[in-house]
């Protein structure tokens, strides 16, 4: 499976449809499929690796924060945001490049009860149809950052690729820069995808 994860990263993001996420916990297991990722490149000036010297030229940046997006691939790369929200990415690239895919929404297959108590809501696309959402469902935060991807408690089992015709692609969301680029891709017609249209 490591060797998946050093495949260009925007292949990685489309192969990544379909596959599932699964957490451990002592209160049970947590599953989900995966059914919207959004990856982020080096020199791609929305990824945090990257910073913009004072030239326009773009450069790696390694900080406390984002050091894991340098490590190696497969491991898990997650960070606080909004002064509230975790966010659940994977590493991508040879070591040293700093390229991942956030997890941006997915569907749950088992363990939902659980998932709707951490999320104190009844069950419904709104448990996990967000990044910020599926961290909170499925109890990921910093503990887990670098954390190896094909080990409990967190785990990601690759799943049956999708056709390109069910696959849509958009702009990212939430980002100021490179606003242009179609890199959030989402299975056309699942519910449990963040946001239908962009």
Request: aromatic letters at 10%; hydrophobic letters at 40%.
């Amino acid at each position: 499976m490591k060797e998946f994860y050093r495949l260009p990263t925007l292949e990685v993001a489309r192969r990544l449809l379909g596959a599932r996420l699964v957490r451990q916990l002592p209160e049970g297991t947590l599953a989900g499929r995966i059914v919207e990722p959004e990856p982020y490149l080096q020199f791609d000036p929305a990824c945090h690796g990257v910073r913009r010297m004072p030239d326009g030229d773009l450069c790696h940046r390694r900080t406390a924060r984002n050091d894991a997006m340098f490590g190696p691939p497969g491991h898990a790369y997650v960070y606080f945001t909004y002064g509230y929200y975790y966010m659940l990415n994977v590493v991508t690239a040879p070591e040293g490049v700093p390229e991942a895919v956030l997890i941006r929404a997915v569907q749950p297959l088992e363990g939902v009860e659980i998932m709707a108590r951490h999320r104190s809501l009844p069950v419904s696309p709104a448990l996990t149809n967000g990044p910020g959402k599926l961290t909170i469902a499925f109890a990921i935060d910093r503990a887990l950052d670098h954390h190896d991807l094909e080990l409990s408690p967190l785990q990601i089992f690759p799943g049956d690729p999708l056709p390109d015709e069910c696959i849509i692609a958009t702009p990212r969301i939430g980002i100021t820069k490179a606003t242009d680029r179609l890199w959030r891709f989402y299975e056309q017609g699942n519910p449990w995808v963040s946001r239908l249209k962009s």
